[in-house]
């Protein structure tokens, strides 16, 4: 059999499985009992372990042992109908074939993480036609002929009696097989479902009937779309407790809906709630940097840290796709470097490695980047972002206020946010909307809101409680202007943190200007899509503030006056005139910014024992979309001035040099102290063919690196007692200067770790 990728594993088992025809009954033995309050799972000891794992056909199984792959995720068998219990079971090809791929790994000494779809047979449709998903009101599904070849017509509501087979399916596998876990690809919920068990359950639970149809801009779809997420959440709840009694260290390690493709972002509604990754032993992604999700932005980075973040930086996984461009696929002319480079930032950003066989170059390929893993493994687990920075990404934001246009109003702000912090080589976290409490505030010197415009009350509260307490806080635009479900309120929640009232936002001037406004040569090129996408644009200016302040600004813009695109807000003048750091000045007809109007632009102000910078005008967005450095330089004044402090960690290195900060708190070994680390991830992100190509299209296939020099880190708190860098073992040389520890780093081929130990 030859390898394959993880989509081609259910394509090739499609019409290859006779499943059993006979009747089901669940019966009383999967009644449940009531789901407590959400928790998140416990992760089994031996999961914050894996750092290697690989997606492969049973046959592949001695081949990837021999490369040190520690967990094998692969599909031989597609659910039975009915269940063991009643009579159903495997064929018996497919019970010798799974025995086999079960056996064959664990004498290997690997885990197997059994990729079972997450479909019911034609058989098991045809006999509870009522199990699948109802996706309007008429009944319609229950007409439809099931059909083995097309998984359209088996799609069942695993909110119903489906979902409790699937799980008792799931059990009776484990039992018979030895089973380590299981990953679905899909198993979500869909946007809605009007089956019998979803329309009684949400009239007993809601005393409401289900709403009319998929519509976020009704807030009861919007309740809805809470609730069934919820209910998904149980789902998952009730499989662990039935996997874990059987078996203790039984693990979901599946795949989610996040940020390994930039289209993850964009899908509305969604497909799963966020917060479901708690209950996933080590979720996974798909991870890709084809030109459809823009590999060569900091888009990639961004979707491996965020995974990290919404499973509580606990274990997960990224599998690189080495696919070349978008549709048609191709993973022609990959260059084995680009699979490194590839594998290397997903490891700088807090997940681990996980690769198909099925690639080109097959176990062959895999094995040097595995290798390289096991050389850093050593200081990949256990470990927790080191506390500085924090920067909310909202889901609730996302789905229920910028549904209509997430790619404009949600990512710009938390991708430009995050690209500050990664230029500026801080310690940088992402917080999730349940991470806003005032005890997991309380860790950070300055949290930043990138247009976090849905915030509930308890959110609102814990955050001005913590910068009244002494915390800093930076916000953008509409931050605080809806509650969690997305319904405006009449100003900013936090309009008294802010020091300004909400006034709307500037009239939009979309025109052209005439021939004598714009040079020939340029104009030429222009087409209606360059017109529409000059909304927004403006200019800002500045005089004698603290906050632009700056040698390094005053070069950039000697004028104190720059042009700026992007998002912005009309905001009320602030008690004190002192507090307006920047004034924005949005254009006028023409393109030509309308005399005499100069808005609030950027608000500086101390709140309790507090400080706050507030921007009306998005300049965490402009880094997106319409990025000049001087944006960076004032957002990155601002955290720093609202921290109060700049990290005790201070790196020195070009902005291609990613870096990231963890603390890591291994396991104490037997009559041992714990003992503490900090783990300093530095990884080279240099093109060297970058923007030669169609900008649109670029994607980064580097076949080599150039080595960074340069590289400095200076403590000026707790400094460790050891430091070393790993791989390899280097002791670098440490000097005393200015107070400081200063630590010169050798050159930076592509990625290494700097580890500090205290004894």
Known sequence: MTSLNRREFIASATGAMALAACQNSLGEALSDDAVPEFEPIAIPKWVHEVTRMSFLAPDAVPDVAKIGVQVVHGNSVWPYFPLRKDGGKLTDREHADLKRFADETHRHGMRLVLGLPPFPSADCMRAHPEW?????????????????????????????????????????????????????????????????????AYQQERQRTLPEKVNLDDIAYREYLVWRGEKLEQHYARLQRRLKGIKSDAVVMTWTVNAGRYGHFLHSPRAMPTRMNLLIDLPMQEWWLDETNIGASVAPSFGAEYLAAVTGYRPCGCEPYLMSRGNPYSPDSFPPHERLLRSMLVLTHGSTTAHSVGWPGGVAAAAPVFAETKRREGWLTHCRPLPWAAILVSE?????????????????????????????????????????????????????????????????????DYVASGGGLVATTETSLCDELGRPRRDFALSDVFGVSYRGRPADVVGKPGAAEIDANFAIALDDNYWKQRVGSASVTWAQHELVQSDALNQLVPGRQARFKGPQVLVSEPKAATEVAVRLLPDGPGGVAAPGVSLPGVIVREFGKGRVVYFAAAFDASLWNYAYPYQRHIFARAAAWCAKESPSIRVTAPRCVQTTFYDR???????????????????????????????????????????????????????????????????????????????????????????????
């Open 132 to 200: 699948r998903i109802a996706s309007d009101q008429s009944g319609s599904q229950l007409r439809i002929e099931p059909d083995e070849k097309n998984l359209g017509t088996r799609l069942a509501c695993n909110q119903g009696p489906w979902g409790d087979y699937l799980i008792e399916l799931c059990a009776e596998l484990m039992q018979d097989y030895g089973l380590d876990g299981y990953s679905f690809d899909g198993n979500y919920h869909p946007p809605i479902c009007y089956c019998g068990a979803c329309r009684l």
């Open 396 to 464: 609730q934001t996302r789905q229920f206020y910028a549904y209509r246009d997430i790619a404009d109003r949600f990512l710009p702000h938390v991708f430009g946010a995050y690209r500050v912090g990664l230029e500026e080589h801080w310690p940088v976290s992402l917080l999730n909307d349940w991470d806003v409490t005032a005890e997991n505030l309380a860790r950070y010197r300055v949290v930043i809101l990138p247009n976090a415009a849905a915030l509930s009350d308890q959110q609102v509260a814990a955050l001005r």
């Open 665 to 759: 708190h291994p396991p104490a070994a037997e009559g041992r102290a714990e003992q503490k680390q900090l783990v300093i991830h530095f990884f080279n992100n240099v093109n060297t063919t970058a923007a030669l190509g169609n900008p649109a299209n670029e994607v980064p296939l580097r076949e080599e690196s150039i080595p960074v020099h340069g590289l400095r880190i200076s403590f000026s708190g707790k400094t460790p007692s050891r430091v070393h860098l790993e791989p390899g073992g280097i002791l670098p040389k440490a000097t005393s200067a200015n107070g400081e520890i200063v630590i010169d780093l050798p050159p930076l081929d592509v990625h290494y770790m700097l580890i500090g130990e205290w004894t």
